[in-house]
């Protein structure tokens, strides 16, 4: 067996790439010489920039440009004339099955769950396991093992380190990332518990980084005015992925929800405290690092109420989260702030 031309399809969000790159880095192992390309949406495909196991990235707007039937029937042209040997196709939805297969794309790999799994070569289990495990076992058909835990990587540039290094020579203290957002309002723990952890580290003798998107800038302002602390910086916004990345990996910990920077940081090595409400860890995206740690409600009859969340608590208790009291995640801090590395 040798694919020489190679597509990986992945143009969901941030963390789904994320959690796809250990199978770029895997099948570059294996495949040396082989031309790798990925395919993703233009929001994400800045996670790619300077990452050294992929040769080209394609760019599908499937939500701008090329959305509906003629956006799908223009990509499969394109595919068709790069002669991939085979695509790995990591979701489960029509778009990404039917364009490898009208490329004529000889091997196509998928999962099981998926309605389309009539377009593929060759099917995989989907397993409740870790989702960059889930995605190395679409490697299996081949023969192809991974012996150990496989984390991504990111390649922040000279220019986002020399950013990175002119904001911390303004902050002379360790600091701590907190990342309060996500799209999905019932994954975000409460913002006045967050306001309440940034003073018990202020007290600790750190600073704050609120890291986020332009989406998460006003909710961090609030948790900023909230604190009362000046030792607290609002990055929301303000920062491209590699370069929150790259931020991120000066932090001691990054605290988060069930979102995108709890896999920047798991990529760039940074140790987690996770708080997971209304999603479990069982879903597969957890974060994935020897250190990380998980808060959460156990045995709660309600959770999980949805693979992502809901804007508000079906129940109308929002227990998942106001049960995580403040001083239970700055313990988890705490704990990791004193393990050895």
């Not at 597509?7 to 796809?20: R, S």
């Not at 390309?37 to 495909?45: N, Q, R, V």
């Not at 597969?284 to 959770?303: A, H, M, S, T, W």
Request: include cysteine.
């Amino acid at each position: 067996m040798n694919f020489e031309r190679i597509l990986i399809i992945q143009t969901a969000f941030i963390g789904d790439v994320i959690l796809a790159l250990p199978l770029l880095q895997v099948l570059r192992r294996n495949f040396p010489s082989s031309k790798i390309d990925f395919m993703l949406i233009p929001k994400t495909a800045e996670l790619l920039k300077n990452h050294p196991d992929v040769n080209d990235v394609i760019i599908f707007d499937k939500n701008g440009a090329d959305k509906g039937l003629r956006g799908i029937l223009k990509m499969a042209r394109f595919i068709s004339k790069q002669n991939y040997d085979v695509a790995f196709i990591l979701q489960r939805y029509f778009r990404s099955a039917i364009i490898p297969f009208l490329a004529g794309v000889k091997v196509r790999v998928g999962f099981d769950k998926s309605k389309f799994k009539f377009l593929y070569t060759e099917i995989v289990k989907y397993r409740q396991i870790h989702e960059i495990d889930r995605n190395l076992s679409l490697l299996e058909p081949f023969n192809i093992k991974v012996e150990s835990r496989e984390l991504p990587n990111l390649y922040p540039s000279s220019e986002d380190k020399k950013l990175v290094d002119g904001i911390l020579s303004q902050i002379n203290s360790k600091i701590i990332g907190i990342a309060p957002g996500s799209v999905w309002e019932t994954k975000r723990w409460l913002k006045e518990r967050f306001a309440e952890l940034v003073k018990l580290l202020h007290y600790d003798g750190f600073a704050v980084a609120l890291i986020g998107g332009v989406d998460d800038f006003e909710l961090c302002e609030e948790i900023k005015n909230m604190s009362g602390v000046d030792s607290v910086f609002n990055f929301c916004g303000k920062l491209s992925l590699l370069q929150s990345a790259e931020l991120i990996s000066r932090c001691v910990v990054l605290i988060s929800n069930d979102s995108a920077p709890m896999h920047l940081a798991v990529a760039m090595r940074t140790p987690v405290v996770a708080i997971f409400g209304s999603t479990v860890p069982e879903f597969g995206f957890y974060p994935y690092g020897d250190r990380d740690k998980i808060v959460q409600v156990e045995n709660l009859y309600c959770r999980p109420c949805g693979i992502h969340g809901y804007k508000k608590c079906p129940e109308g208790h929002f227990k998942c989260m106001r049960l995580i009291e403040t001083e239970r995640v700055y313990n988890e801090v705490k704990k990791l702030i004193r393990s050895p590395v």
